[in-house]
């Protein structure tokens, strides 16, 4: 589990992927500030919201890094089969039983990719419309949470097939977020709370 509070913003060493299935078997490399040796071998960490298990870690000039590897499925389903070396990452260690909670309960399994409509500022701060696929309106509601690229965000309005996200210039400056453009996808996962009721009530009704 997370709560949608970046630590770090890593980039994307090297992407290796081996002939096979469509995508091969693929190997990403991350750089990171976060202390390596705190990182044990099966953890999880969030990239830009999609969890993933640390297989390898080291440290060569100065600069921390470790690898995991992703599936076919990740790579169709998320933003991660576009990534090229050099990406920046918005990265979350798993949650503690001693961590704060400041965002909300993130499970890091991305629900689908959406487009970043539009964009401008307001105040000092970045407005953002972003295009909700029509299978996961339901759970885009006004003042309720929402986790785009892995940040914890509250949904400002609602309408037409999109939502409206506010950003405060922190955010923008410790997170990708400030450089999203229109046009460009992001990794979405809806609040956990949404996906258990929608189950419920689909149940009910059968």
């Known amino acids: 589990m997370f709560t949608g509070i970046i630590t770090d913003v890593g980039r994307l060493r090297e992407v290796t992927r081996t002939k096979g299935s ?7 490399i991350v750089e990171t500030s976060y202390d390596v040796e705190t990182i044990d071998i099966g953890a999880s960490i969030a990239h830009s919201g999609a969890c993933m298990t640390v297989v390898e870690k080291g440290r060569d000039k100065d600069q921390n890094w470790y690898a995991f590897d992703v599936s076919d499925e990740s790579l169709d389903k998320t933003t991660l089969g576009d990534w090229k070396a050099r990406q920046a990452i918005n990265l979350e260690r798993a949650l503690t039983g001693s961590d704060e ?10 629900d689908t990719t959406a487009r970043c409509v539009s964009r401008e500022t307001i105040a000092g701060s970045t407005r ?12 885009i509601a006004p003042k309720g949470s929402v986790t ?14 999109t939502f409206m996200l506010n950003i405060i210039p922190h955010t923008a400056e410790v997170t990708t977020l400030g450089g999203l453009q229109p046009g460009e996808q992001v990794n979405l996962e809806i609040d956990v709370i949404a996906r258990y009721v929608a189950r419920y009530l689909s149940h009910m009704k059968a």
């Open 128 to 139: 953002f419309r972003i295009e909700v696929p029509e299978e996961l309106g339901f759970a």
């Open 101 to 110: 909670l400041g965002g909300h309960m993130v499970t890091g399994h991305v």
């Open 22 to 28: 469509k995508w091969g078997d693929t190997r990403m």
């Open 148 to 161: 785009v690229d892995g940040v914890s965000l509250t949904v400002n309005d609602v309408s037409d097939g």
